[in-house]
């Protein structure tokens, strides 16, 4: 469950955080301007003897290049870095979160009903 909680934390904090842009890097303007939030990722792997292990990374490329002029730390040709946010891929994450939330919530449910049935016969 630790592990979908994080899932749908950095997918939350990307759907968030989609329009924070910034500077491109080395864009002669970008001086006392934030840089662009960075797209994160969670990879999940198995861990020996059971579980899961989230991590959270930076996605790679974090942000791509953008077209919006009106900015005021805009390159020449009016590019700034955007966020690299996939809203399909978000939306998959948090249903890849949602199931694994029910699904654990099964899996907990189940050894509930078995440790009760254990405790049944030895009474």
């Given at each position: 469950?630790?592990?979908?909680?994080?899932?749908?934390?950095?997918?939350?904090?990307?759907?968030?955080?989609?329009?924070?842009?910034?500077?491109?890097?080395?864009?002669?303007?970008?001086?006392?301007?934030?840089?662009?939030?960075?797209?994160?990722?969670?990879?999940?792997?198995?861990?020996?003897?059971?579980?899961t292990l989230a991590t959270v990374?930076?996605?790679?490329?974090?942000?791509?290049?953008?077209?919006?002029?009106?900015?005021?730390?805009?390159?020449?040709?009016?590019?700034?870095?955007?966020?690299?946010?996939?809203?399909?891929?978000?939306?998959?994450?948090?249903?890849?979160?949602?199931?694994?939330f029910q699904l654990n919530a099964?899996?907990?449910?189940?050894?509930?009903?078995?440790?009760?049935?254990l405790l049944d016969i030895k009474?």
């Open positions: 469950m630790v592990a979908a909680s994080r899932r749908l934390e950095v997918s939350a904090s990307n759907i968030a955080n989609l329009e924070s842009n910034g500077p491109l890097p080395g864009a002669p303007n970008a001086g006392g301007y934030p840089a662009a939030y960075a797209a994160q990722r969670v990879d999940q792997v198995d861990v020996a003897g059971g579980g990374t930076t996605a790679s490329p974090g942000t791509v290049a953008g077209y919006d002029p009106t900015a005021p730390y805009a390159d020449k040709n009016g590019m700034v870095a955007v966020p690299n946010v996939d809203l399909v891929n978000e939306t998959l994450q948090q249903i890849t979160a949602r199931e694994d099964k899996v907990i449910r189940v050894e509930t009903e078995m440790m009760k049935a009474v």
